[in-house]
């Protein structure tokens, strides 16, 4: 049996629909795709992750460096951080961050770098990241 015209117009727009959702379901995986770091804070700075965003993050994995690490949060529209706590070296994170709300970690140590190797997850698709003297 031979297509016709019609039969090759409705598969052709029955694949456009399926591209169209391929590619819908590719920008919202890719959204939310997680981070994989290995982060280094130079002594007396926090490194500063998210604030503003619309969805919730999370924030896990291990101290691997000399000195702790004090974990922050910052929410949207708050001049005060609210401690979560402390890495010790060899410790381990997983703290989850509310849309808007920013992630600080600081660097304890005035003389020494901070390494972290980190896996941040959730909504990834607008986090900034910066760093700051410590305050």
Do not use: C, W
């Not at 052709?12 to 890719?30: H, M």
């Not at 529209?77 to 997983?94: L, M, Q, W």
């Not at 003389?111 to 972290?116: D, G, Q």
Request: overall charge neutral; proline content about 3%; aromatic content about 2%.
């Amino acid at each position: 049996m031979q297509p016709t015209l019609n039969s090759a117009i409705r598969l052709r727009s029955i694949s456009l629909g399926v591209a169209a959702v391929i590619g819908t379901a590719t920008l919202a995986i890719s959204a939310h795709a997680a981070i994989n770091s290995n982060l280094q804070i130079d002594a007396g700075t926090t490194f500063e992750l998210g604030g503003g965003q619309e969805g919730a993050f999370a924030v896990s994995g291990k101290n691997t460096g000399p000195v702790a690490v004090e974990v922050l949060g910052r929410k949207e529209g708050s001049a005060a951080a609210i401690a979560r706590g402390t890495i010790a070296p060899g410790g381990s994170v997983d703290a989850k961050f509310a849309p808007g709300e920013m992630a600080l970690l600081r660097n304890t140590s005035t003389t020494e770098m901070a390494r972290l190797q980190l896996k941040i997850t959730g909504d990834t698709s607008s986090l900034g990241m910066t760093y700051s003297d410590n305050r």
